[in-house]
């Protein structure tokens, strides 16, 4: 059908609403945690509102309707529940009691008392460790976070929700590429893994096509493979870089994923319904090896190690060539484990070709991001993790893998690649006033996550190539080609504000950042004249 140009327009029009709506609702967290303060009233009004937007289950709770939200967490915290309920409905009187244990928990702050306490070597009571909005039960805060059993993971409910987001993936890839992955790269986490209850492990096993089966004492010890009718789609070959905190908290999960490689592996279905299986053939045929070492497909790092070091060489600027980054990700991360075909346990066996091997049949890399509080350019693991596996990918496959992250913490299921991810990070968090103006309430620090969070943006350029021009370029703008902002940054912590200067001038220097020289002469000025104040010059 041939759209007429009207129809065309309302299309981007609409196109163009979905995306500011998707900024203006993203989630963001407005300000550091300062250790042993309770929550100010607006941040208290802001975590209601945002708990109370989520169905419940488990606490019998169903989402406040978005019209009524405001309205009902105000004349809630004016005058109480039963006021609330006249305004939305007896339905919502759930929700509204789970409020207010969650007003009560807030108002208590243990924190510092908790800490004294410990020190003194005093016991702590425990309490679990998640994202306050996924659990309320984390509160009160100034407990003793507990991790979960591992032999719970994945939960019902996390392998529930994963199908969507495997098929999700999947579907996506095929709409833009034509055809299925026939491997992927995910990055697991422990604290991630702890906090879903195994959403990424659950991922790895739809993808894979199989599921948890428990044993008589009702834990994970196994997975049985989900029929290809049932499935409806090949299995998809899953080469899983788990991290050193990972491979330590969740060492039966560990052999769980390894199990599910090897049991599709040795399935007697055609190989264009199981890559796994065509892969680990024709590794055996290629390199004339044992079915076992074919089959290789979880690594981590050397026992006792931890981290893949790609986010120090990049922050330190200590590279050359991109190449240099993946391969250090390999080198840090090429160590096997699981349980070769006789029963006997690979606990960390450097396996580099393996990995090698692995990664260059890999078309897509994948992360799973479960939380409003941390994403891509909050810290640099995300491109140590995700970027470094990228990178590796990208020389080992001859080209570069679409790269995905999941964002399991909206209420539908949403796929983005990581250059819609890295955008809508920008516009809502480094760009955005009510972000860095929280963060600039804390003074030096707030300079130093201002700095933290272009560096890791940087660190997206470095290893995946995934940051548009625009961004560096309104970077400067907002601040350091703004006077008073420059000001401010200089008063309140001038390190940083030159480090930004020179992240700025590095990005433009490594062929990430396309500006005018007029502009890199600003640059140059800006960083030079904080650096004579840094040296007492001035
Ligand atoms: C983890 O929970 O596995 C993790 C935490 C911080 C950095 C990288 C991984
Ligand atoms: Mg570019």
Known sequence: MVKNSNEERDEKVFALYEQLVEIEQRLIPTGLHVFGRPSSAGEKTDLLKMIASFDRPEAGARAIPEELLDDAVRVFLENGIDAAVRLTGEASRPVFNLLETVCTKLQSNNEIDSLVRALRGEFIEPGPGADIIQNPDILPTGRNTHAINPYGVPSAAAFARSETVANSILERHK????RYPEAMALVLWGLDNIKTQGEGVAQALWLLGTRPV?????????VEAIPL?????PRIDVVMTVSGIFRDLFSPTVQLLDKAVRLVAQLDEPLELNYVR????????????????????????APGNYGTNVNFMVMDSQWDREETLGDLFVTRKCFAYGRDSKGRAVEGREARLAMDRALSRVEATYQNIDTFEIGLTDVDHYFEYLGGVSKAVEKRAKARPAIYLSDSLSREVKIRSLEETVRLETRAKTLNPKWYEGMLKHGFRGVAEIENH??????????ADAVDDWVYTEVANTFLFDERMLERLRDLNPHSAHSLAQRLLEANGRGYWEVDEGVLEKLREISNSLEDQLEGVV
Not at 229 to 233: S, W
Not at 290 to 298: C, I, P, Q, S, Y
Not at 454 to 463: E, H, K, L, P, Q
Request: glycine share 6%; charged share 25%; proline share 0%.
């Open 175 to 178: 709409t833009e590429n034509g």
């Open 214 to 222: 428990r044993d008589a004492l009702n834990r994970t010890t196994s």
């Open 229 to 233: 009718v049932e499935l409806g789609r």
């Open 278 to 301: 065509k892969h680990v053939l024709q590794q055996v045929e290629q390199d004339r090896c044992e079915l076992d070492d074919a089959a290789v497909r979880v690594f981590s790092n």
């Open 454 to 463: 272009v560096s890791n943006t940087f660190g997206w350029s470095a290893t």
